[in-house]
């Protein structure tokens, strides 16, 4: 911990890394007074202008707003909210330009002012001493108040720290080129910026107060001593000129002489730092009851006749402001100082609460980096770094993507003061360079964290479909089971039984169903074309013949069922029957497409046309066989029994040829339909009417088409996986 | 007008204008080597300049870059005027080409063109003609004072294009000292001499030597440390490298001299004899080839300095400028590695 009784007497700096020593040209802006505030037409209040989220709208488009009236409410923590800089009428809520270096747009109040400037109600405290501190944490956060140096963020919230507070530093270094705007306020308003620290100091119970200004500002530091001469726990230092010593992490380090972990905050180490516009804010919200509805803006650069600091109300839009000071010339704009400002993107953006500096520069006056050469590794920019980085090496691995290495020589410690880009004598844009890879890391970072949450995702979600799977696999075996007792039990049961029972009936479709999905499956594998009988290439609609065989075959089955069932009162056999041939006609399709690209060996033997060594053919010519013996396909169905028809009664299973065997047995268990014994449980009974489609069979089609698909699915989760 | 990104300022010197810094810095050594030695080393000075630069160009067009903004960096500038101060002043032309060629067109571009050469590019050539032509690279003809057969211009572009004189003198026959004895440099002398045997001060009556150092030489070696130090008053240079070389040259030097006062070479010859200054501020202090942090500046000015000692008091050669600038150049990558500063917040350098 930090030696804070001995910061009051010890005359002891410390020393930072690097550093610069940038032109300061501050000399022209720097003289008093301030000037007054200007009051444009229009502002345009973006509702959000610090680090954190936006307050809740409280006004709507057409609403008669008075100055220093609340816009949005401050609903949750990192919240701030945002007042009306002047008197008039809400135009519009809506996106416009922001001020930040993406010109993104944000949204933002536009305020028809009608240069009445009339306030609202204020209640200013007298003495601060009869609130409480909740009190006047609420008004600060009620006023709006966020840091006013740079990254803006909730003053309220810095002021309730967790840890407790031995050392309030704040910050007058303003160590930035061109910018004079914490300067001019410490000479000209130095009792209120004190008046604010003594309120700070307070609330964060008496800590010693080190106030640091850069020793290029005299005035100042006159003024500051002069206002808290009658003030024990307080002290002025000088420190000396060199960029950036107004970094938080280099103002403690030459104060204290301690280093913020890298991971840490200043308040890790019993410090906390405040902006002296920030200080002046609180002060001015306390004892006028102004919010923070405007702010010391330098206005400078070479084309700038008479630069100035100007109060400037938060919202007025930067060109309307420009061309009020005599400027038409608006490209570019640079907003806040020449080392870490940025250009502007959108001149029509509007002042917000971290704006301290414009500058437009003269063509010669801020050169554009276009000569960019190689890195020498001359090593200036690793003298020059504050945060004792290797930026040189940053440079290669930035340019090299490798993010391992960018980490190792911790790329995050970088602050971007741009110390590193000032002094490399080849141009290299190195601040670019590293706020690039930054975001590069931090969304590959979030990648990372996104496909580990996908991964858990499909993982969990494969557990389930395996639960799934295996249910629906159990729930099969039953029902086959089921279906096997059922078979066992009936022809002895049951014998004389003339009505189908319907669970036997059941597990017979089931199976059925099983057997077209098989047979789904299989057909969706292969094949793109194929020859028909008379050597024409077709398209190959396989699939299509094999559903609607199977949708035949489902057909013939129930219709035989029924005959059989209801004809020769031995239903169960008949169903039996029924499922093998299903069965077979599936194993058989299967086995049929398995070989339709190999060379059929057994071909020359029966075959008399070259076109049916083809098993595809063959298929067709079958398919072709069973609507009715059609004239060209009689051929086929001739050429094939000289080999399958002394099998027809066996079963149809090995052969190669087997489904058109199997056709050829349908075909003529056509004929014998009318004669089908129980003794034969191989041929097929068929009905006569073939086309006999009935509106069920239709049915158990759709269904099965439907179970075919799911299993598709579930392979192609496998095939994922 | 696009200004790309922050910062919006630099700081004036950009790396062309600090190459000719360099270059302008030479001059004071140069002249009083040309006083020295006659108009050997300007000849030397201008074809190697000329040949870095012309073979940069022609690689340049080659690879399909812009070759005058580039050739416009000056770099290869100043790699061929460090190459022909370094070779000694008759060399054959051709040797100087060569070594220029291979300065830049292997060393230097092989490698990836500036910024990314491994070794320093004037040295890698010197190097390479001292191994392949150890004799005529060590043939200093004597400081003109002292030189029996004095030359002029005519007579020093006739020797270093034809090997001799206008009026027919071989570059042997120059060599020769008002003696008649074939001129040695100060080390070189120094190093036979207590290898015969001799003690320093008997070897330093010697005519080749002067007051302090090597007649001549240390007048040089005084021009060059005096450029050396304008440059690290404009910071173009740092103090780092030529600060550690020379401090490790004098501390080795000084225990090496108190254990055997006769036996070795003085300190006060070391700093002020051969290329020491030229090494330390001109040629150590080559960015490119050099360590990056602050610390391996230090470590590797050191190790040159320490090497220069070992090779010239132990190795074969009487100088040890080039060989030990090239041993380090190798130790880069390491040194950088393990100097690398402590980042701010940091508890410890990683
Ligand atoms: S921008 Fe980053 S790397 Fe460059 S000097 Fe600043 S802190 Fe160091
Ligand atoms: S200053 Fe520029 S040129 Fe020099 S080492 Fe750094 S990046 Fe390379």
Redesign the interface.
């Known amino acids: 911990m930090i030696d804070v009784k001995k910061l009051l007497t010890s005359d002891q700096l410390w020393d930072?890394?690097g550093g610069?020593f940038?032109?300061y040209r501050k000399e022209q802006s720097r003289q008093l007074p301030i000037q007054p505030a200007w009051i444009p037409p229009f502002v345009r209040v973006p509702i959000r202008q610090h680090i954190g989220q936006s307050g809740n709208l409280i006004v709507k488009v057409g609403d008669h707003v008075l100055k220093g009236q609340l816009l949005t409410e401050p609903t949750h923590g990192m919240a701030v909210p945002v007042h009306a800089p002047t008197s008039g009428i809400v135009e519009a809520i809506g996106q416009t330009p922001s001020n930040h270096p993406s010109g993104l747009n944000e949204i933002s109040l536009t305020i028809r002012t009608d240069g009445l400037d009339t306030w609202c109600e204020r209640k200013p405290v007298a003495d601060a001493s009869t609130l409480s501190d909740n009190d006047l944490l609420q008004l600060i956060r009620y006023a709006g108040i966020s840091g006013m140096g740079g990254a803006g963020f909730p003053t309220e919230i810095k002021l309730t720290p967790v840890n407790p507070i031995e050392l309030l530093l704040i910050n007058g270094a303003e160590c930035e080129?061109y910018i004079s705007a914490d300067d001019t306020l410490m000479q000209a308003l130095a009792e209120q910026v004190v008046a604010g620290i003594e309120l700070m100091a307070r609330l964060l119970n008496n800590p010693v107060v080190i106030i640091a200004i850069e020793a290029d500002k005299p005035k100042a530091i006159a003024a500051m001593e002069q206002a808290c001469a009658d003030w024990e726990q307080v002290r002025v230092r000088t420190i000396p000129a060199k960029y950036p010593s107004g970094g938080e992490?280099q103002l403690i380090?030459i104060i204290t002489g301690q280093?913020?972990?890298?991971?840490?905050i200043p308040a890790d180490l019993g410090v906390v730092v405040h902006n002296v516009g920030t200080a002046y804010a609180v002060a001015r919200a306390v004892y006028q009851d102004e919010p923070l509805i405007a702010r010391v803006v330098t206005i400078t650069g070479n084309r700038v006749l008479k630069p100035a600091n100007h109060w400037v109300l938060l919202g007025t839009p930067i060109d309307a402001l420009l061309h009020h000071h005599g400027l038409d010339q608006l490209?570019?704009v640079?907003v806040?100082g020449?080392?870490?400002?940025?250009?502007l993107p959108h001149a029509e953006a509007p002042v917000i609460k971290t704006t301290n500096c414009l500058?437009i520069?003269s063509?010669d006056e801020?050169?554009?980096?276009d000569?960019q050469?190689?890195?020498?590794?001359?090593?200036s920019c690793?003298?020059a770094c504050?945060?004792?980085?290797?930026p040189?090496?940053l440079h290669w691995y930035a340019l090299a993507e490798d993010q391992d290495k960018l980490n190792?020589?911790?790329l995050f410690?970088c602050i971007e003061c741009?110390?590193c880009?000032?002094?490399?004598?080849?141009?290299i844009?190195l601040?670019?360079e590293y706020?690039q890879a930054k975001a590069m890391i931090r969304s590959s970072r979030q990648e990372q964290l996104k496909a580990e949450r996908a991964k858990q995702r499909f993982e969990a979600r494969n557990e389930r479909l395996e639960q799934e799977k295996q249910a629906r696999a159990e729930k099969h075996k039953k029902a086959a089971e089921a279906r096997l007792k059922a078979m066992a039990d009936k022809p002895s049961s049951s014998a004389s039984e003339s009505s189908p029972d319907s669970a036997t009936k059941q597990s017979a479709a089931v199976a059925a169903a099983l057997a077209r999905a098989k047979a789904k499956k299989a057909s969706q594998q292969p094949q793109k074309t194929m020859i028909d009988a008379a050597g024409q290439t077709v398209p190959d609609n396989s699939d299509v013949a094999a559903m609607r065989e199977a949708r035949k075959a489902e057909a013939r089955a129930k219709k035989a069922q029924k005959q059989s069932s209801s004809a020769s009162g031995n239903g169960a056999s008949d169903k039996s029957a029924a499922v093998a041939a299903a069965v077979a006609r599936a194993k058989a399709k299967r086995q049929a497409q398995a070989s339709s690209t190999e060379p059929d060996a057994q071909q020359p033997l029966a075959a008399t046309a070259s076109n049916a060594a083809d098993d595809k053919a063959a298929r067709v010519a079958a398919a072709v066989a069973r609507a009715k013996a059609k004239r060209d396909a009689a051929q086929h169905s001739d050429a094939k029994p000289a080999v399958t028809a002394p099998s027809e009664e066996q079963p149809a299973a090995d052969d190669k040829a087997a489904r058109v065997a199997a056709d050829v047995a349908r075909a003529k268990a056509k004929r014998q339909a009318q004669q089908a014994t129980d003794t034969d449980q191989k041929p097929q009974p068929t009905s006569a009417a073939e086309p006999a489609q009935d509106k069920a069979a239709r049915i158990a089609q759709a269904v099965a088409k439907a179970k075919a698909k799911r299993a598709q699915q579930a392979a192609q989760d496998d095939s994922e996986q | 007008?696009?200004?790309?990104?922050?910062?919006?300022?630099?700081?004036s010197?950009?790396?062309?204008?600090?190459m000719r810094m360099v270059i302008l810095c030479c001059i004071p050594g140069i002249l009083v080597q040309a006083y020295f030695f006659g108009y050997g080393n300007l000849i030397q000075i201008a074809l190697a300049a000329a040949t870095c630069w012309g073979t940069e160009a022609i690689i340049m067009i080659m690879r399909n870059r812009p070759a005058l903004r580039i050739t416009g960096?000056h770099?290869a500038l100043l790699t061929g005027v460090l190459l022909g101060i370094a070779v000694p002043p008759f060399l054959p032309w051709w040797m100087t080409v060569i070594a220029a060629v291979f300065a830049i067109g292997v060393v230097k571009h092989l490698y990836g063109?500036?910024?990314?050469n491994l070794f320093n590019p004037a040295m890698a050539g010197y190097v390479l003609l001292l191994i392949s032509f150890p004799v005529a690279m060590t043939s200093w003809q004597p400081v003109a004072a002292l030189s029996q057969h004095p030359v002029g211009v005519w007579d020093s572009l006739q020797l270093v294009f034809t090997g001799f004189s206008a009026d027919g003198f071989s570059l042997q026959q120059v060599r020769m000292t008002i003696d008649g004895i074939a001129a040695a440099t100060p080390l070189d002398t120094v190093k036979t001499d207590l290898h015969q045997g001799l003690t320093l001060d008997e070897s330093m009556l010697k005519p080749v030597f002067g007051s302090f150092a090597g007649a001549g030489w240390e007048w040089i070696n005084l021009a060059f440390l005096l450029g050396g130090l304008y440059l690290i008053y404009r910071r173009v240079t740092?103090w780092a490298i030529p600060g550690g070389m020379l401090i490790s040259l004098f501390v080795c030097s000084a225990i090496g001299f108190a254990f055997s006062p006769d036996g070795t070479a003085s300190p006060l010859l070391h700093l002020f004899s051969g290329a020491t200054m030229l090494g330390a501020f001109f040629i150590a202090t080559d960015?490119?080839s050099?360590?990056?942090?602050?610390r391996g500046?230090w470590i590797f000015g050191a190790l040159i300095g320490l090497l220069v000692y070992v090779i010239r008091t132990w190795g074969g050669y009487p100088d040890g400028v080039a060989f030990a600038v090239l041993l380090a150049n190798m130790c880069v990558v390491l040194i950088d590695h393990y100097s690398?500063?402590?980042?701010?917040?940091?508890k410890e350098a990683?």
């Open positions: 930072y890394a610069v940038p032109e080129p992490r380090q280093e913020v972990p890298s991971n840490g490209d570019p640079i806040g020449p080392m870490m400002g940025y250009q500058i520069p063509q801020l050169p554009s980096a000569r050469m190689p890195c020498i590794r001359c090593g690793a003298e504050p945060a004792n980085l290797l040189q090496q190792e020589h911790n410690d741009g110390a880009a000032y002094v490399c004598p080849s141009e844009p601040v670019l706020r | 007008m696009n200004l790309l990104s922050s910062p919006f300022t630099r700081q010197l950009k790396t062309h204008e600090l960096d770099s063109g500036l910024g990314n740092s960015p490119v050099a360590c990056t942090t602050v500046r690398k500063p402590r980042t701010y917040g940091h990683r």
